[in-house]
């Protein structure tokens, strides 16, 4: 008989309910990478008021929702492609790109290289170094996609799990050589709000200078909204945003999100809240971990901390049961390519739970046998 447990992703909560028995209700989701804040208040009122309108069919062009993200990402309306989560942009780039070789930049979210394999597409990796703070060197970079004929780049950025983030003169560099080779650069900017300065860091004004460049987003992280299904790419070529636009199923983004999404771009105060809350759970929660002997973690600079198990005893498959057994779901990293059983993730939810966990953490490391 197959004891194994499965490694989870961070959103199975029903599947942990099914092989712990713990209801998913009471299970804190420290995998799911979600802003702890909840809702933005503007953003519940707006979906209350605008219940009805579920009624009809969203604007085919989505203009008003496509001029408040404009706002939110520093880039124009007519560059932006609106999809449900960006997941169904993930897809639609990669089903009608179907790239002979494209380049992801390893450990990195699992879901880039799903989408090219299902599209018929192919792809290598490019291993990140825990030395170079899981950053790319943009010079060997460059090289590498040169000696392999790539035609796409895949980076996310901050990277999820790693939780580093490129700032945007090593991101210049790369799209500058990828320009020249003549190779597409897909940016996944998922987690960019939670980073100390989205401002300075987005790629997306970039669009308006390279045209080799897509820039994604969405509002499942930050806003806490991954049930909303609302994300969007931003486009550097016009012309292939209207191609992928004809792609697209219509109306894929539903009514409520159409009409109240962007009310939650305008809500400052919620933003700079959760800015300033993850600020400080983020360092609070990276000084805890750096005191507990075998641990070290990776300095974060999303909502979410990559932690190196040090301790040659404990595994990360070891951590996530202690974890989960006091119903506190973090992420084992074991099924991310070269990370092997040495890492775990986790997001930064309530300070409570946090704190509930850094104990955790400790009181495991502490009894290793
Ligand atoms: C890096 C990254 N991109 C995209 C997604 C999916 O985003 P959405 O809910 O907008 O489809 C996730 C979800 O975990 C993610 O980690």
């Known amino acids: 008989m197959n004891t194994a447990k499965p490694v989870f992703h961070g959103s199975d909560l029903e599947k942990v309910e099914a092989v712990y028995g713990i209801p998913a209700k009471d299970i804190v989701p420290f995998g799911g990478n979600v802003n702890p804040l909840g809702l933005s208040p503007m953003l519940r009122e707006s979906l209350i008021a605008h219940i009805d309108d579920i009624t009809g069919y969203p604007d085919r062009e989505y203009t008003a929702l496509r001029e408040a993200i404009s706002g939110h990402v520093g880039a124009p309306a007519d560059r932006i492609l609106v999809g449900s989560g960006a997941t169904e942009l993930i897809s639609l780039i990669m089903?009608?790109?179907?790239?002979?070789?494209?380049?992801i930049l390893e450990p990195t979210y699992s879901e880039y290289r799903r989408e090219i394999q299902l599209g018929g597409g192919t792809c290598y990796d490019y291993l990140l170094e825990e030395g170079l703070g899981f950053l790319p060197d943009p010079a060997r970079l460059l090289e590498d996609l040169a000696a392999r004929k790539a035609d796409l780049l895949i980076m996310c950025n901050p990277n999820n799990p790693t939780s580093s983030c490129a700032d945007r003169q090593r991101l210049s560099s790369i799209l500058e050589g990828a320009q020249k080779l003549g190779i597409l650069v897909f940016v996944d900017e998922t987690y960019i709000e939670f980073t100390p300065d989205p401002e300075a860091l987005t790629a997306a004004p970039l669009t308006n200078t390279y045209?080799?460049?897509?820039?994604?987003?969405?509002?499942?992280?930050?806003?806490?909204?991954?049930g909303l299904r609302l994300g969007y790419g931003i486009f550097g070529d016009l012309k292939w945003r209207e191609e992928l636009k004809d792609m697209q199923n219509p109306w894929s983004v539903h009514t409520l999100a159409a009409t109240c999404g962007g009310v939650m771009f305008r809500d400052r105060d919620y933003i700079l809240r959760s800015r300033s809350y993850i600020a400080k759970e983020r360092d609070r929660c990276y000084e805890a971990v750096k005191a507990i002997p075998g641990l070290q973690p990776v300095p974060p600079r999303a909502n979410f901390m990559l932690v190196k198990i040090t301790d040659p005893r404990v595994t990360s498959g070891r951590l996530f049961e202690a974890c989960i057994s006091r119903g506190l779901m973090i992420r084992d990293c074991s099924t991310f390519p070269a990370l092997g059983d040495r890492y775990i993730r986790f997001c930064f939810l309530k300070e409570e739970d946090n704190t509930r966990l850094l104990d955790t953490l400790r009181e495991t490391m502490e009894s290793a046998v």
């Open 211 to 226: 045209a080799n460049l897509v820039v994604l987003g969405g509002v499942s992280k930050f806003f806490a909204a991954p």
């Open 95 to 103: 089903q009608t790109k179907r790239p002979r070789q494209a380049c």
